[in-house]
């Protein structure tokens, strides 16, 4: 049984609206952003893009992004009009990061609240089993809620910290017209090859 009110408070930055990560309604649509569908990433020196693509649906569920030796996983949801998700969010990480034998401590970052875990890995051919730091980000936007995983030199160095959030704060959301329930992950597409358009 959960112990979080159904309405929680929203979870963003005081300056979101003018530092982000953006509603489309506050960006200027003629930057060069990469079209991801409900997200949309300005292009910058350095910065590699991937699609995570589930298995059996093949429906892009994340973009990844490794940037300043780190990486950064965005996921866009729907959320209501008024409350938040990320209190619930926070929760929720909190008790998978236990359940798979990990540590995780809250604190305040640069984004507001944010959980330091670490995770759990799996020894592969290339690495021994350990773990992982990763750092939980999120922000509560109008009718969608952005959720952050960082991983590599920025859960440890302030310096790429600071160009992993920055990065994340430039995202654009667009969570369309279209009615979804909260927490159903906003359509994710591949961007357009140039001259395709």
Same mark, same amino acid.
């Given at each position: ?57 093949? &429906?892009? @569920?994340?973009? $990844?992004?490794?940037? *300043? ?5 965005? /996921?866009?949801? +729907?959320?209501? =009009? ?64 952005? &959720?952050? @995983?960082?991983? $590599?030199?920025?859960? *440890? ?5 600071? /160009?992993?959030? +920055?990065?994340? =704060? ?28």
């Amino acid at each position: 049984m959960s112990d979080v009110s159904p309405a929680s408070p929203k979870s963003a930055p005081e300056d979101r609206a003018t530092e982000g990560p953006f509603d489309e309604s506050e960006v200027n649509p003629v930057r060069p952003y990469i079209d991801l569908g409900a997200i949309k990433v300005l292009p910058r020196e350095g910065l590699n893009l991937r699609l995570e693509v589930e298995e059996q649906t093949k &429906r892009i @569920v994340a973009v $990844g992004l490794d940037y *300043a030796g780190s990486t950064l996983q965005v /996921q866009p949801f +729907a959320a209501p =009009r008024t409350t938040g998700l990320w209190e619930e969010t926070r929760e929720q990480i909190r008790q998978q990061v236990r359940q798979q034998g990990g540590r995780v401590e809250e604190r305040t970052g640069p984004l507001g609240p944010e959980l330091l875990a670490e995770v759990p890995v799996a020894a592969t051919a290339d690495a021994a089993a350990g773990m992982r730091l990763a750092r939980f980000v999120g922000v509560d936007g109008p009718r969608w809620f952005l &959720r952050g @995983v960082i991983g $590599g030199a920025a859960t *440890a160095d302030v310096g790429a910290a600071a /160009q992993v959030e +920055a990065l994340f =704060r430039s995202l654009v959301v667009v969570r369309g017209s279209v009615p979804m329930p909260p927490r159903d992950l906003i359509p994710l597409k591949m961007p357009a090859t140039p001259g395709s358009a």
